[in-house]
């Protein structure tokens, strides 16, 4: 069988997302930001997996574009978490590795679904 990067990545992105999201909460007691992180952040992956269902490449493609733009609006709820002092140096550092790889790979497998329909 194989191997589907994006949808490996993006589920251990998640399980990321949520062992911040869970952090914050305890921790920190902040519950607004950290839940629109909490669900931008699962979302990529739960459109990733959509995607592998598309009725067509059209849809394959609109599906991974959802995905994108919940990774770009995780990576601003972590950013606006991390300037506001609810998430720490560490977690900030390996989260937004995580989401910023997220977005390249995204951002290459629409532009090269793309390029197929063009052809």
């Not at 590795?97 to 063009?118: D, H």
């Amino acid at each position: 069988m194989k191997r589907n990067v994006i949808k490996e990545k993006s589920f251990s992105f998640a399980l990321d997302v949520i062992y911040v999201y869970k952090k914050v909460i305890f921790e920190k007691k902040e519950f607004v930001m950290s839940k629109q992180f909490l669900r931008s952040g699962t979302s990529v992956g739960a459109n990733v997996r959509e995607s592998e269902y598309a009725q067509s490449k059209a849809d394959f493609i609109h599906k991974l574009s959802i995905a994108l733009k919940e990774a770009n609006e995780t990576e601003y709820w972590l950013d606006l978490l991390h300037c506001s002092g609810y998430v720490g140096n560490d977690d900030f550092k390996n989260v937004k590795e995580k989401v910023t790889e997220q977005l390249k790979l995204l951002t290459s497998i629409i532009n090269s679904s793309k390029k197929i329909i063009n052809y």
